[in-house]
């Protein structure tokens, strides 16, 4: 167990709704980051906060965006959804984060979203 | 940006072979993951590796900072060990595209 919880495991939509994502990092850790997973695209960095604050954007989409709240746990919004949305989303969190490069990422077991 | 390549993509053992899985990256870098995504698509962490070698079982892990290359290296392999290898490189993890590990009995 990584000590990263997200939910839900599993989500299921159809086309032009609007999904949350949660993710609490382990205890203590203060970054937070998104990855997509598809098939086609591989793993792919879509956002980092860092202690509530956006640290750094990777390819998200402007569908989508992302928030860390004061508590830490981090949210991702996925809206108008697309059929080419449908992915294994992966939060992870490490101790910094901020300006730091030495740092083990720990992954959450994901949130597969699959859009109909 | 920087580009990662695993090689090999596909790689079949016989329980208890052993195997070496490179990664390659194109620019210096302050860090290097290793990651193991289990068949249920959970991904573990397996070495943070910039440089040096680092062991933890039947894994070792190698990185040669200036020549820009990583080894997995997995020995007498198991079963559990299949699945998908993935190195990752900088902060924000630019993850190369994997190498596919299947291990029969």
């Known amino acids: 167990d990584s000590g990263v919880t997200q939910t839900p495991k599993h989500l299921i939509t159809a086309t032009g709704q609007r999904v949350t994502l949660r993710c609490s990092p382990r205890s203590g850790d203060l970054s937070v980051y998104w990855y997509q997973q598809s098939l086609d695209q591989g793993l792919q960095f879509l956002i980092q906060y860092y202690n509530g604050e956006e640290r750094a954007k990777g390819n998200i989409l402007e569908r989508f965006s992302a928030q860390q709240f004061p508590d830490l746990h981090s949210e991702l919004n996925l809206s108008s959804l697309e059929l080419g949305d449908s992915a294994l989303y992966f939060c992870a969190s490490s101790a910094a984060g901020g300006w730091a490069t030495n740092e083990k990422l720990f992954f959450g077991s994901g949130t597969q979203l699959s859009v109909l | 940006g920087i580009q990662v390549e695993q090689s090999p993509p596909d790689l079949i053992l016989q329980e208890g072979a052993n195997s070496t899985l490179r990664c390659n990256f194109s620019?210096?870098?302050?860090?290097l993951q290793w990651f193991h995504q289990n068949p249920w698509g959970q991904l573990i962490n397996l070495f943070y590796?910039?440089?040096g070698t680092k062991q933890n079982g039947r894994l070792s892990a190698t990185t040669v900072a200036t020549e820009r290359y990583s080894l997995l290296y997995i020995s007498s392999s198991q079963t559990t060990d299949s699945g998908v290898y993935f190195c990752a490189v900088e902060q924000k993890l630019v993850f190369g595209t994997g190498t596919r590990l299947l291990v029969s009995p």
């Open positions: 590796i910039p440089s």
């Open positions: 620019d210096s870098v302050n860090n």
